[in-house]
Structures are given as C-alpha cells and as structure tokens.
C-alpha cells in the first residue's frame, strides 16, 4: 500500500483521490469477503472455541472442553444426573426385585 504523496497541483489531488477510492474499494471487498467467511462459519467456529478437535488436546479429565470454568460445570451436571439415575435405579431395583439382604 503507498502512502499518501505529496499534493502540489489540481492533477496529483485527483490521482490520490482515485488511488484512495480503490483503496476504499479493496478494503469494502475483503470486509465483505471476511463476513461472508464469519456467517458461513460461525457456528463451526463457535463450537471449535469451546470444544478440542484434536485428541491430543483434550484435557486430562477426559473432557472436550477448553475452558476450566465449563468443564467443572459439566462435570458437575454430570455427576449429578448419574447420582440420581443411579438412585432411582437402584430404587426400582428394591422394588421389582424386592429388598436385598446385602
């Protein structure tokens, strides 16, 4: 990209004006072009800033997430759903199977 020249006469003044329009036109294209990228990948690139796409960079717990904050909530949905499910049926089990002696 130049850099603005110096302005002497009436003719340099209109050739830095028609240079800094295909300036502006250049720049409107690849804003235009960066948008159409960000609305075709958006929710691709959303999801790949939470979760890892490669195996090698998955956290040491086993989990898909990047951010701590996010994987300890997980986890902790988690935890308690598979306490509850294991309650009820363990529940139903006493019930269908009646009560155990051990």
Same mark, same amino acid.
């Given at each position: 990209? %130049? *850099?603005? #020249?110096?302005?002497? $006469?009436?003719?340099?003044? *209109?050739?830095?004006?028609?240079?800094?329009?295909? !300036?502006? #036109?250049?720049? *409107? @294209?690849?804003?235009? #072009?960066?948008?159409? +990228?960000? !609305?075709? $990948? +958006?929710?691709?690139?959303?999801? /790949?800033?939470?979760?890892? #796409?490669?195996?090698? %960079?998955?956290?040491?717990? @086993?989990?898909?997430?990047?951010? *701590? @904050?996010? /994987?300890?909530?997980? $986890?902790?949905?988690? @935890?308690?759903?598979?306490? %509850?499910?294991?309650?009820?049926?363990? &529940?139903?089990? $006493? &019930?269908?199977?009646?009560?155990? %002696? +051990?």
């Amino acid at each position: 990209m %130049k *850099e603005k #020249k110096d302005i002497h $006469n009436l003719d340099s003044l *209109e050739r830095e004006i028609y240079r800094l329009k295909l !300036q502006a #036109k250049n720049m *409107e @294209g690849k804003l235009d #072009k960066n948008l159409d +990228y960000l !609305q075709d $990948n +958006y929710l691709s690139m959303t999801m /790949n800033s939470f979760f890892c #796409k490669d195996d090698g %960079k998955k956290n040491g717990d @086993g989990s898909n997430f990047k951010h *701590e @904050g996010l /994987n300890a909530t997980i $986890n902790t949905i988690a @935890g308690n759903i598979a306490d %509850k499910a294991s309650e009820r049926l363990h &529940s139903w089990m $006493n &019930s269908f199977f009646g009560k155990s %002696k +051990y």
